[in-house]
């Protein structure tokens, strides 16, 4: 009898693992975010074979913040823009590990936001396939329950907030991004209101990470100059802005001790809060993230002459940006309208 009812609960959890397999690697969440890295670690191996010895390579690597301050589309040919959404500072950690010694890397960026001072559970199972030795390791870093089981709580959750929508007659999240206007589309009226909402609930998503500085957020930044070091790579640092309503309200002795890791653990870090202070909402796509054609333009510009020349003067980026065509609002109203 007691072998029976073993061999029915095996029976039922090899049901169940089957299940949330499938389900994982149905997600819309799972394939975005899988494809996307093996996409990037795709590309990045064939530029990178095309790098001659002497070349100035920089490998640049962050989620969306970074994807919305260092514009892939901008990028000239040495630069090589690795973003995937949602990815963590350990995430980060774990592809320069995966980076070999004789790396064509000469230069590496990497975005550090404020909420990454306690980072999250590292997704180190989707990249894990990138260092197998064998087939049959590699087979186990593919299936979908093993590579994406830090994304399972994340996927449930946006699920059931999707079908919650639903019933009350909503729409989900993805839907809701895709009618979203731009905000330097709206009326100034509709656009601040636009901003407003974005702050308080962006504030909700960062308040959990700006009270404290843990010791693993130091210790992983430490390591990334260690590995930089390692492998003969010039390693930059930088924070993206975010719209200054919403850093205001952030605890500011978290900032500091952030910034103190930071300036005191690397070679280079810069905050680009510091450098445009006044950046307006008309700039921003939400309160965390810059629009595309407006603001992320100018730290891009910013950026490359930063880590290309050592160049830290913002007047450059925001002429370069004024001379392609757009006007750069220069009367200051609060924070609503001015950049500089």
């Known amino acids: ?31 975005n975010k899988m494809e996307k890295i093996d996409s990037n670690f795709s590309q990045f191996k064939h530029e990178s074979g095309r790098v001659n010895d002497g070349d100035n390579f920089v490998l640049v690597i962050g989620n969306s913040y970074v994807a919305s301050s260092f514009l892939d589309e901008l990028s000239d040919d040495d630069i090589y823009v690795f973003t995937v959404f949602g990815m963590s500072l350990s995430d980060a950690v774990n592809i320069v590990e995966l980076l070999p010694d004789d790396t064509p890397v000469s230069k590496l960026v990497i975005g550090v936001g404020y909420n990454e001072s306690i980072p999250i559970a590292a997704n180190f199972s989707a990249y894990r396939r990138y260092e197998s030795f064998n087939m049959l390791q590699e087979y186990w870093w593919t299936i979908p329950l093993v590579r994406g089981r830090s994304m399972i709580t994340t996927i449930l959750k946006e699920d059931v907030k999707c079908q919650v929508a ?128 407006y603001g992320a333009p100018i730290t891009t510009k910013f950026m490359k002459n930063y880590v290309r020349n050592g160049t830290m003067d913002t007047s450059l980026a925001i002429e370069s940006f004024s001379a392609s065509g757009h006007r750069v609002d220069s009367t200051k109203q609060g924070t609503d309208h001015s950049f500089q």
């Not at 073993?6 to 969440?29: D, F, K």
């Open 1 to 31: 009898m007691k072998t029976f009812y073993t061999a029915i609960y095996l029976v039922l959890t090899a049901i169940l693992v089957w299940i949330l397999n499938s389900y994982i690697e149905n997600s819309e969440m799972y394939e």
């Open 166 to 293: 639903q019933l009350k007659g909503g729409k989900c999240k993805s839907e809701l991004e895709q009618e979203t206007v731009a905000i330097h589309a709206l009326e100034p009226d509709q656009g601040l209101r636009a901003m407003e909402k974005s702050v308080k609930i962006r504030f909700g998503e960062y308040t959990p990470y700006t009270f404290e500085v843990s010791n693993e957020f130091e210790r992983q930044i430490k390591h990334l100059q260690e590995l930089a070091s390692q492998k003969n790579i010039d390693l930059f640092l930088y924070t993206a802005p975010i719209y200054s309503g919403l850093k205001q309200r952030l605890d500011q002795d978290t900032i500091a001790k952030f910034h103190h890791i930071l300036r005191t653990s690397v070679d280079n870090y810069i905050d680009l809060n510091e450098k445009f202070p006044d950046i307006g909402y008309r700039y921003y796509e939400d309160a965390t993230h810059l629009d595309k054609e």
